[in-house]
């Protein structure tokens, strides 16, 4: 498409991230959210009054069939994301969606292949790519400056009751290694340069109510020799979120979201590294970028699909451990 034309973007989602996303959208120069879907009309109409989107609709579907949208975000519950990929290309549209692609190597693969064939932007929404702290990290990797050892990963939230981000009973079950250990495997390949060869998990009880496993523990090791640790819990009842800690061959720096630390615990000043300090926006940024230029965007769907790999193997491994 031409540079000076409006990009018209549709968002699917209007909880947490969505607003992450429509705020991150209005500071992208030539782009327009023209409309969202949420659960309801009734939420889709508030969310778009709130965040100054164009109109709310009350499906996807309603969405796919206008003509002036070139684009869609999906943030939306994860078992929804393969099937609204597929049919976003299918109608027709450039997609990102958020984090994780899909909930099984089958559907992910379905997605690529649909990518593939219609040629579209297919991105999916694998923020550490793109936080400052982790740019950072990897400008001195390809400069030649450091090289990882060793990456120690802590993903902690305290979710014994089905909540989401801003607190309010959700939907569907989240889960750490679909969607949280997505985070961690893709940027750990992503940073070393290396694929992964070697992958081991272990996760503890099953939450009677949840169906899911709360702990969970995951080993990786690259090509290049480099290791990843990764530590995930649903029952930790202390600071939340995920917290990096590269150990190099040159030094260690400690990566919190977009802030960047040394392994004393000295800030670094990571706010040249891009045109914006907001993970997500770079994230949108890259995906009007891909569109307009048409190029592949970085985080693309065929780019992501050695994590979906690694994560699937992972998944047949814990099975074999919790048969009898």
Same mark, same amino acid.
């Given at each position: !498409?031409?540079?000076?034309? +409006?990009?018209r973007v549709a968002l699917a989602g209007g909880g947490a991230f969505g607003a992450k996303h429509a705020a991150?959208?209005?500071?992208?120069?030539?782009? =327009?959210?023209?409309?969202?879907? *949420?659960? *309801?009309?009734?939420?889709?109409?508030?969310?778009?009054?709130?965040?100054?989107?164009?109109?709310?609709?009350?499906?996807?579907?309603?969405?796919?069939?206008?003509?002036?949208?070139?684009?869609?975000?999906?943030?939306?519950?994860?078992?929804?994301?393969?099937?609204? +990929?597929?049919?976003?290309?299918?109608?027709?549209?450039?997609?990102?969606?958020?984090?994780?692609?899909?909930?099984?190597?089958?559907?992910?693969?379905?997605?690529?292949?649909?990518? #593939?064939?219609?040629?579209?932007?297919? !991105?999916?929404?694998?923020?550490?790519?793109?936080?400052?702290?982790?740019?950072?990290?990897?400008? #001195?990797?390809?400069?030649? =400056?450091?090289?990882?050892?060793? !990456?120690?990963?802590?993903?902690?939230?305290?979710?014994?009751?089905?909540?989401?981000?801003?607190?309010?009973?959700?939907?569907?079950?989240?889960?750490?290694?679909?969607?949280?250990?997505?985070?961690?495997?893709?940027?750990?390949?992503?940073?070393?340069?290396?694929?992964?060869?070697?992958?081991n998990a272990v996760q503890g009880p099953i939450h009677p109510e949840l169906g899911i496993a709360m702990d969970?523990?995951?080993?990786?090791?690259?090509?290049?020799?480099?290791?990843?640790?990764?530590?995930?819990?649903?029952?930790?009842?202390?600071?939340?979120? +995920?917290?990096?800690?590269?150990?190099?061959?040159?030094?260690?720096?400690?990566?919190?979201?977009?802030?960047?630390? +040394?392994?004393?615990?000295?800030?670094?000043?990571?706010?040249?590294?891009?045109?914006?300090?907001?993970?997500?926006?770079?994230?949108?940024?890259?995906?009007?970028?891909?569109?307009?230029?048409g190029r592949e965007p970085n985080s693309s769907i065929a780019q992501v699909m050695a994590c979906y790999r690694?994560?699937?193997?992972?998944?047949?491994?814990?099975?074999?451990?919790?048969?009898?």
């Amino acid at each position: !498409m031409t540079e000076d034309r +409006t990009l018209r973007v549709a968002l699917a989602g209007g909880g947490a991230f969505g607003a992450k996303h429509a705020a991150a959208l209005r500071r992208i120069e030539g782009v =327009e959210v023209a409309a969202v879907v *949420s659960s *309801s009309l009734e939420n889709a109409r508030k969310f778009a009054a709130e965040q100054g989107i164009g109109r709310g609709v009350a499906t996807l579907d309603e969405v796919l069939a206008m003509d002036g949208i070139d684009a869609v975000v999906l943030a939306t519950p994860t078992p929804m994301h393969a099937k609204q +990929t597929l049919a976003c290309l299918e109608a027709g549209k450039h997609v990102q969606v958020e984090i994780p692609l899909a909930a099984s190597l089958g559907d992910a693969e379905a997605c690529l292949e649909a990518q #593939r064939r219609t040629g579209l932007v297919g !991105m999916v929404g694998h923020t550490r790519r793109f936080n400052p702290s982790h740019q950072w990290v990897r400008q #001195r990797i390809r400069a030649g =400056e450091f090289g990882i050892q060793q !990456m120690d990963v802590q993903t902690y939230f305290f979710r014994r009751t089905n909540l989401n981000a801003l607190g309010r009973p959700r939907s569907w079950t989240d889960h750490l290694l679909w969607h949280h250990a997505a985070h961690t495997v893709d940027l750990f390949a992503h940073q070393t340069g290396s694929p992964i060869v070697q992958a081991n998990a272990v996760q503890g009880p099953i939450h009677p109510e949840l169906g899911i496993a709360m702990d969970m523990s995951i080993q990786l090791r690259a090509e290049n020799g480099a290791i990843c640790t990764l530590s995930l819990s649903f029952n930790n009842d202390g600071p939340l979120g +995920t917290f990096f800690r590269y150990i190099g061959d040159t030094g260690t720096y400690i990566a919190r979201y977009d802030d960047l630390f +040394t392994g004393k615990d000295e800030p670094i000043d990571v706010s040249g590294v891009d045109v914006s300090m907001d993970g997500i926006e770079l994230q949108d940024r890259e995906f009007v970028a891909a569109i307009r230029e048409g190029r592949e965007p970085n985080s693309s769907i065929a780019q992501v699909m050695a994590c979906y790999r690694t994560l699937a193997a992972l998944e047949q491994q814990l099975a074999s451990f919790s048969r009898p």
